[in-house]
Each structure stands twice: as structure tokens, then as C-alpha cells.
């Protein structure tokens, strides 16, 4: 009796302390989430050459902001945030949080053998050109750290005299810290060197200075460091191990620079296993955190030279058990750097409770049973422009589609285009890049003023990386005068057939304008390809298929403000369109645009109905751009006019044998209809789902978003292709639901794991304080199923 009682006492006493703390590390999970940076351009990063605005560099924090002129570093500001926001909130233009910032100092300062130089500028802010913002680097930049570089400061004396030698600002933000890093790797004939930082501002003053012996080499980098503390609470001092999981320990250290704790993971060997091809395995990390307050997340940088798979990559925070937990981790990577390689820079803000232990999970080409979906910031540094460009992959074999945001290698929004598991026929090299046409743009706008309404004050939140479901907004103005207010979310899912890319568009008038050239959104500007056909249609099928003719003069319009008729889904599709002429041909195949809703209001009148052009933009063959227009031909724009657009691009294989994936379903029907519009019908179609639920609501059809209302939620869908994903939110826990498919009368548990807890997607919603699960469904097979989340 004795010993029974024992027993239950120390099996309640596990059950309290694995219950206190699940609702510690909720809470954890809240602080974690709340923590933001943002980074942006005011007046944007490409501009027209008559925009004489100032180049005005900004982040924004959920406890400061700052914004500086890189001409003039006088101009310098920085305050606390007055109003707090959630990360999805702050992202919003109108949020306005520089406006009213009180003005700083910041200071630079080089003596060199008792003369004091001064540097009031860089190089960004002294050049003229179209690029000149390409000597700001932007390295890394997600929901937790804000890293740039600005080049070649321009260092003067009191009387003028120019001080020559190679010098950068290292700009290092987290949410509640501000680091400087003002490096010297130049040579410089000198006995004596003191280096100086320091800001003055309402919200504090700080200084750091180091003497360094000359003379100064080149090579031999030479710094000073000062980190602003905004909140005086320190970076939290705590015992950080991190080892691989059954393996060896990685090397710690607090690096100043970067103002966090750095595991250094370099030329990782991964002992015991052969990497496969398409790349199932996963490189799994345990951290240790002790020794910190549980209000104070420890920031954390793994630095990992090279990962896996730099192209397709999702790092994933787990409990010690390798559930996921919903706390945030910020993915930059880049793989044109020679210096350093291809390399991941995964950041964390660690919530602990005394000792907590962690599991970091690196997801490359699949997450469970089905290709992984990942949106990262793709650094540029050692390719050119050095601006903003995002990179969503499917799996970790090539990229899926680029967005080029702060437009600093070309003047469009999007780039590269490809395909998934797609060959060059039955005996095709599997597991590699491939193509689908190249470019795109979302809003262009031409007036007698502006050549280009280019974007400006345009903000990035990472709301998840994926890898079920991505999740990336983007909000900011068109026109140097915010004429056009921008809202973008981009997603991409976890799926075996092909490439699905959502894109909810909406642009609000702010201004009036008068356009001589408009385009909504565009699929084009593909150098080396053919499109040999259209196809265009509606929910009910096709309306025309058109074959191009060859004899068609660069600059035509093939079609000319067609309207697409009939109910949505509209589609258009490049039906067959290939590389052509290509030095290095990739495997490759065709783009489909499909328009699940377009919602206009334009001169207080309704639309519903998207129009097309396609002119020509290459001959011998001829390749054809894809244009959505305004209605009727439609150029004046007045204040208050609203467009939006759900928008899902697809790229899909012309023929079965092209396609090497695992979805029999979509092989066969590859198989009956080759090189066919009713490919992209099929998805037009299959995915325009119905839905019955009970015990929650539908927020969104497709892909499924359901806020749940009761301890189980039931849901019925009609139609579906490929893994559809299905995104549970409100739940007040993050563990514990299990999903469930009723087959036959009977709940059959859903279970797409391979090594363990590795198919469904946990993200903390900070405004609700709750969690959302993703899941993705193989439907297809049946045309209707039924599915119940228990809590």
C-alpha cells in the first residue's frame, strides 16, 4: 500500500511538473513571438532617376525604432515605440512609428596620429545611379535580427581633408538592442588609431572607443563595438550548450558583434547515415538554456556552414520529445558567397525556464512523407544588388519562385520561375534545378512623371517559414508620393505533384492617378522560351484555346484587353510553353495562372471579371508575356479605388515522363492528357472546394483556413488535389490535437510521420495568444472525405 501510494505520488508530481511546464512554455511561446524587427527603405530602394528624395534607412522594432540618411548621418533618429504592435500589425505602412521619432546623435570618429576625422556619410549616400544603394548589404533580415552593412564611410577632418581607407558600419538589431560595429580593413600609414562610437538620444547615451597600434594593414580587420541596450536590461547571461542529438557538442561563445550566443556548426559530418538524394534526413540539434529570467529570451544564432541543402531549408524549434512548439526561428541563408561559403543563419530568442532543453530541427527536401515548403531572405552579397530578395523552394532541389522586393537586380517583382521533380523525359537526372519561364510583376504603373511607380517604405514579416504552409507579408506604397497603398501575402505549401504559389494582392488608391500604362499583375519578360499556346477559362472550363502563330512582330499584341467571362476561377495557361534556345538547357516546363477572385472597385463600380493582354515579347519562337489589365481599358484611377486579387501560379510538366514525383494520381492524369489545358483545369477545379464544418468557421477555402470553436472540429470537403493544406487556428494549446480521418464510420488517425512528430506545423499567434496547426491533406483519390480535429 505503501509503495502504491509512493508510486502515485511521484506519477502526480511528473504529471504537475509536465503540466506547469507546458503553461510556462506557452507563455514562453507569447514573449517569443512578441519580439519583432522590421527593416525598410522609406523612400524604397530603386527609384526613378528625377525622384530626389532621401535614401532613408529604417527598422523598426516592437520597443524602438530608428531611421538614418545615408548621405547625411546627421540626420539621425531614434525613440521608443509608443504603441505596441504585433508583428503582423507592424508590418503595415500606416502603422507610422518614424514619423514622429525625436533626432539623435550618432557619432563615428577616426584619430589617426592626433587629427580627428568624422564620418557623416558612405558610399550609398555619395554615388549617383540606379544601384547605389547595392553599398548597403543587407545580410540578414527576418522577425528577429536586422543586419546591414554600409560600405566605404566617408570620413572627413574638421577642415575638410578626406581620410582614405577601407572602412564599413555594421548595423546588428534585435528587438531590443541596437549594435555598431565600426570596422577599419585598410591600409593606413599611421603610429596610433583610436576608433569611436557613440549615440546620444532621448532614450539613452552610449560611447565605446579602442586604440589601435599602427601602422594598419590591409586584411587585418581592426574594431570597436557598442550595443545599445534600449530597455537597460542587458543581453541575459545563460549557459548555452548545443550538441547534435546523439552526437558531439558544437562550440558556444557570445559574440559581441552579432550581440548573441553563436553555435558554430562547420563542415558538419554526418556520422552513421548516407545523405539520400532527395534528402529525407534531417540534422537535429539539442540546446541547453539555464541560467537566464524566464522574461528575458536568450538570443541564439546557429551558424551553420553548410547546411544540407542551402536551397531548400526550414529550421524547426521542438520541445526535448521533437514536437513543434510554434516559437519562431528566423531563416537567412546565401550561397553566392565565396569567402563563406553556403551557409544558414537560423536565429532564436529562447525562452527558458531554469534548465530548458531544446530540439532544433533542419527540414531539407522532405518534412515527413512529402516535400517541405520553405520561404527564406536569400542574402545577395557576392552576387550584386544586395537588397531584399525572398527564395521559396518545394523540397531542396531547386527553387520554386524568387521575389526580387527591393528590386535592386531588376525593376519586377518576380524572377526566377521553376518546376517540381521535373525531368527531361523517362532517363532524365532526377533531384536537380529546372525551369518554367522566367519574371513577373505584381503593380505597374507609368504616368507623365514617373516612369515606374516603384515600391517605397515596403515591409517584410515573416510569419512562417513553412514547412507546411509559408506564410510572408509584404505592405508598403507604390509612387514616390504613396499614390498606391501595397498589401501582399505570399504562400507556398508541403506537396508531391507540382508547384502552387498563393498570392493575395491588394492595392488601395490613396492618391488620384491618371496612368498611360497599367498592368495589375504579369507573368513574363522570359528570355529563351516558347509558348506555342494559350488556353484561358473560367470555373466552367475552357472558353478559347488559341494557337500562336510564328510570324508575330516583337511588341504585338496577340490578345488585346480580353475579358474572361463566366464565373471564377478564371485561368490562363502557357499550355507546352518550353525553353528554347537555351546554352544549358534545364529540364523544364509551362506556367499557369489561375484567378480564384478579383474584387475590384474602380470608379464606384464593381468588377468581377479579370481582363488579359498578351503581347509579344520575343520572336523566332515566339514568346508571349501575360498581362492582367484593368477592366475595359481602364487608366484614371481615383482616391479610394481598391483592386484585390487571390491569385495562385502553378508550373506543371507537359507529359508524364517529365514528371518523376510519388502522386500516382497526378501521373495518370499526365498520362490521358498530355500537354493539355485540362491540366491546369484540374487544378482549377479539383481545388475549388466545398466545405461543411462543424464546431468552427471557414476563414478561408483555399487553401483551408478553420477557426475552431469547440473541443472537436469536424470537416467535410467536397473536391481537392495534391495535399491540400488545412490550417486549424484558435487552439489554446499547441499539444495534444490529434487529427483524425473518418473512413468507412470509424476515426482513423492521420499520420504522415517518418523519423517522429514530423508532418503538421505549429505558429503562435500573438494578438489571440493562441496557436495555429497545419496539416496537409492527400485528397484526390475520393471526391469527398471527412476529417475531426480533437483537442
Given amino acids: 500500500m505503501t509503495r502504491l501510494t509512493s508510486h502515485l505520488g511521484s506519477g502526480f508530481a511528473k504529471l504537475l511538473t509536465m503540466l506547469l511546464m507546458t503553461v510556462l512554455l506557452s507563455a514562453c511561446a507569447s514573449e517569443a513571438a512578441e519580439n519583432y524587427t522590421i527593416s525598410c527603405w522609406q523612400n524604397g530602394w530603386r527609384k526613378n532617376a528625377n525622384d530626389k528624395s532621401a535614401d532613408i534607412f529604417a527598422i523598426e522594432t516592437n520597443r524602438y525604432a530608428m531611421t538614418l540618411d545615408v548621405a547625411d548621418f546627421r540626420n539621425f533618429t531614434l525613440g521608443r515605440i509608443g504603441k505596441q504592435l504585433t508583428y503582423e500589425q507592424a508590418v503595415s505602412p500606416k502603422s507610422a512609428p518614424f514619423s514622429d521619432l525625436p533626432a539623435a546623435d550618432l557619432l563615428i570618429e577616426m584619430d589617426v596620429d592626433g587629427e580627428t576625422y568624422r564620418a557623416n556619410a558612405c558610399e550609398a549616400g555619395l554615388r549617383n545611379g540606379v ?97 545599445c541596450e534600449i530597455e537597460n536590461d542587458s543581453t541575459p547571461t545563460a549557459e548555452v550548450t548545443v550538441s547534435v ?59 551553420m556552414r553548410p547546411p544540407a541543402s542551402v536551397i531548400g531549408v526550414c529550421p524547426i524549434l521542438c520541445d526535448e520529445e521533437g514536437q513543434p512548439m510554434g516559437i519562431p526561428v528566423q531563416l537567412s541563408k546565401n550561397w553566392h558567397y565565396r569567402p563563406m561559403g553556403s551557409y544558414l543563419m537560423a536565429y532564436a530568442m529562447l525562452p527558458t525556464t531554469e534548465r530548458t532543453t531544446y530540439r532544433m530541427r533542419m527540414v531539407y527536401g522532405f518534412y515527413g512523407t512529402l516535400p517541405s515548403a520553405s520561404h527564406s531572405q536569400l542574402c545577395l552579397i557576392g552576387y550584386g544588388g544586395h537588397g531584399r530578395w525572398d527564395q521559396l523552394a518545394i523540397g531542396a532541389w531547386g527553387e520554386t519562385i524568387c521575389f526580387d522586393m527591393d528590386m535592386s537586380l531588376v525593376d519586377v517583382a518576380i524572377t526566377d520561375i521553376r518546376t517540381l521533380m521535373t525531368r527531361d523525359g523517362i532517363k532524365g537526372k532526377k533531384w536537380g534545378w529546372t525551369e518554367a519561364g522566367w519574371g513577373g510583376d505584381w503593380l505597374n504603373l507609368r504616368d507623365a512623371r514617373q516612369p515606374k511607380f516603384f515600391p517605397n517604405n515596403l515591409k517584410t514579416a ?79 472550363g475552357l472558353i478559347e484555346g488559341r494557337e ?165 472540429v469536424s470537416v467535410a470537403i467536397h473536391g481537392g488535389v495534391g495535399a491540400v493544406p488545412i490550417q486549424f487556428c484558435g487552439l489554446a494549446d499547441r499539444s495534444g490535437q490529434r487529427l483524425f480521418q473518418i473512413v468507412d464510420g470509424r476515426r482513423v488517425a492521420f499520420d504522415q510521420s517518418v523519423h517522429g512528430n514530423d508532418f503538421w506545423q505549429v505558429d503562435f499567434d500573438s494578438e489571440s495568444n493562441t496557436y495555429r496547426i497545419t496539416y496537409n491533406l492527400p485528397l484526390g483519390e475520393t471526391e469527398d472525405t471527412e476529417w475531426v480535429l480533437v483537442q
Wanted: charged fraction near 25%; glycine fraction near 8%; aromatic fraction near 10%.
Fill in 462 to 540: 515573416y510569419v512562417s517559414h513553412g514547412p507546411c504552409l509559408t506564410d510572408v507579408r509584404y505592405e508598403g506604397f507604390y509612387g514616390e508620393n504613396h499614390e498606391v497603398g501595397l498589401s501582399v501575402q505570399v504562400q507556398t505549401l508541403r506537396t508531391d505533384d507540382y508547384c502552387r504559389t498563393f498570392q493575395n494582392l491588394v492595392y488601395t488608391f490613396e492618391q488620384d492617378v491618371d496612368a498611360s500604362k497599367v498592368w495589375l499583375y504579369k507573368l513574363g519578360r522570359t528570355y529563351t522560351y516558347q509558348t506555342p499556346q494559350i488556353d484561358y477559362g473560367n470555373a466552367a
Fill in 131 to 227: 544601384k547605389r544603394l547595392a553599398s548597403v548589404r543587407l545580410w540578414e533580415s527576418g522577425r528577429f535580427v536586422q543586419h546591414y552593412d554600409f560600405l566605404n564611410l566617408d570620413f572627413k577632418s574638421r577642415d575638410g581633408k578626406s581620410l582614405s581607407c577601407n572602412t564599413r558600419l555594421d548595423l546588428v538589431a534585435w528587438p531590443g538592442s541596437l549594435t555598431f560595429n565600426l570596422i577599419v580593413d585598410g591600409t593606413l600609414d599611421c603610429s596610433r588609431c583610436d576608433l569611436r562610437i557613440g549615440v546620444k538620444s532621448e532614450i539613452g547615451n552610449w560611447r565605446q572607443e579602442a586604440s589601435i597600434k599602427g601602422p594598419l594593414k590591409s586584411g587585418q580587420e581592426k574594431r570597436v563595438t557598442m550595443t
Fill in 245 to 303: 542529438v546523439g552526437g558531439p557538442s558544437m562550440p558556444v561563445h557570445f559574440d559581441e558583434q552579432k550581440n548573441c550566443y553563436v553555435a558554430t556548426v562547420e563542415n558538419f559530418r554526418r556520422r552513421g547515415r548516407k545523405q539520400s538524394p532527395e534528402l529525407r534526413e534531417y540534422d537535429e540539434f539539442e540546446i541547453t538554456v539555464s541560467g537566464s529570467d524566464v522574461t528575458t529570451p536568450v538570443p541564439l544564432l546557429i551558424d
Fill in 548 to 712: 500562336v502563330p510564328s510570324d508575330l512582330a516583337k511588341g504585338e499584341l496577340f490578345l488585346d484587353n480580353v475579358e474572361l467571362t463566366g464565373d471564377a476561377p478564371h485561368w490562363i495557361s502557357f499550355t507546352g510553353a518550353a525553353e528554347a534556345g537555351a546554352t544549358r538547357s534545364k529540364p523544364n516546363g509551362y506556367r499557369a495562372l489561375i484567378v480564384r477572385r478579383f474584387d475590384a472597385v474602380i470608379g464606384g463600380q464593381a468588377y468581377a471579371n479579370p481582363t488579359i493582354s498578351c503581347p509579344v515579347h520575343a520572336t523566332d519562337p515566339t514568346n508571349l508575356d501575360l498581362e492582367l489589365r484593368p477592366p475595359q481599358g481602364i487608366r484614371r484611377f481615383k482616391k479610394g479605388d481598391r483592386i484585390e486579387m487571390d491569385i495562385e501560379l502553378i508550373t506543371l510538366p507537359r507529359v508524364a515522363d517529365d514528371y518523376y514525383g510519388p502522386n500516382d494520381g497526378f501521373k495518370q492524369h499526365l498520362a490521358s492528357h498530355p500537354t493539355s489545358w485540362k491540366t491546369t483545369y484540374r487544378e482549377v477545379s479539383g481545388n475549388s472546394l466545398e466545405l461543411d464544418v462543424t464546431g468552427g468557421r471557414v476563414l478561408r477555402n483555399y487553401p483551408i483556413v478553420i477557426q475552431a470553436e469547440a473541443s472537436e
